[in-house]
């Protein structure tokens, strides 16, 4: 389902000077019809009660949604946001939080996706789901 000229290298890259980069967001899979990130929770991504920041979470759902809905578009075509939300199941303090992205409908000009997001033993931390809108690239 994804172009065939996309790898784990070419999505980094594709994240450089971000807000993913910002909180350590990395690409770790892509498979036929899913993308893999992790994030740290660390001092960038907790809130103050020493926690998972719950927006964080939606920071790394909205980056494998994005990024998932790019990897299937022609390069004169760009994915934006229109709606994402996002239940918070468990909290983290430290380690590393995963996320996994699978579609849900990719159409000519709209796209859904859902995002799940694991801790590091595989427990859910939160459930997104992501409407994209397909535009074309200006300029």
Known sequence: MFRKDIDVNWLNRLGKNSAGEHLGIEFTEIGADYI???MPVDHRTRQPFGI???GASVLL???LGSVAAACTLP????PVGLEI?????RSVKEGFVFGKVTP???GRTTQVWDIRITNEAGQPVCISRITIAVLDKKG
């Open 85 to 89: 939300n996002a239940n918070h199941l």
């Open 75 to 78: 390069e004169d075509k760009i």
């Open 61 to 63: 759902a909205e980056t």
């Open 104 to 106: 849900i409908h990719v």
């Open 36 to 38: 893999i990130a992790r």
């Open 52 to 54: 998972l920041h719950g």
